[in-house]
């Protein structure tokens, strides 16, 4: 096999995104950027999220307004993020952050 882990940031990217805090209510996965969730029930109602790779989320649409890279599994969206996400997309490349 091709062993375990998700080191190497070869593996597949995705976020899911949550209604609620502590990946409560409503829910839904996106595997590629959406630059508009205004198309979707969730803008400005994603309160948690749950990340495989590393992704960029925004407050305004087409990665405009505030934006923030999120890794891992976030319990809950602060700092102005809560209830006020409408653009994601995956990060690309970059292991080290200098």
Do not use: H
């Not at 998700?6 to 899911?16: A, D, E, F, K, Y």
């Amino acid at each position: 096999g091709w062993g375990g882990g998700n080191g190497g940031g070869w593996g597949r990217t995705s976020i899911t995104v949550y209604e609620n805090s502590n990946f409560r209510g409503a829910s839904r996965e996106f595997t590629g950027e959406d630059r508009n969730l205004g198309r979707t029930p969730f803008n400005d109602r994603i309160s948690s999220v749950r990340v495989q790779g590393r992704w960029e989320v925004c407050t305004d649409a087409e990665f405009r307004g505030r934006c923030r890279i999120v890794e891992g599994d976030v319990r809950n969206l602060s700092g102005g993020f809560n209830d006020s996400i409408s653009s994601m997309r995956p990060v690309r490349g970059g292991g080290r952050d200098r």
